[in-house]
């Protein structure tokens, strides 16, 4: 039986709100997956946090290389950095 590493792998929702909130201030791009209304999986790779409203549940994400923006509600978060979410 494998055994799973100690959260190397997985980042609780708090620790992947802070992650994306320093993402924010510093402008770095991350990746990240997650589900749509209709619950199709999307991939955001190399966008920009522009706004994080931490009250509303939502992120507004920008993708630097051709400026289309996206709101995202942070509950629908999959996947950060290659690392799954939790609750």
Not at 63 to 79: A, H, K, S
């Amino acid at each position: 039986m494998k055994e799973e590493s100690s959260g190397a792998e997985a980042l609780h929702i708090t620790e992947a709100l802070h992650t994306i909130a320093v993402a924010e201030e510093h402008r770095a791009e991350i990746n990240l997956k997650a589900y749509k209304g209709n619950g199709e999986v999307v991939t955001y790779e190399g966008w920009v946090v522009m706004h994080d409203y931490w009250r509303k549940g939502y992120m507004r994400l920008r993708n630097p290389r051709n400026g289309q923006v996206r709101l995202v509600p942070q509950i629908f978060i999959t996947e950060l950095n290659g690392k799954r979410i939790y609750l």
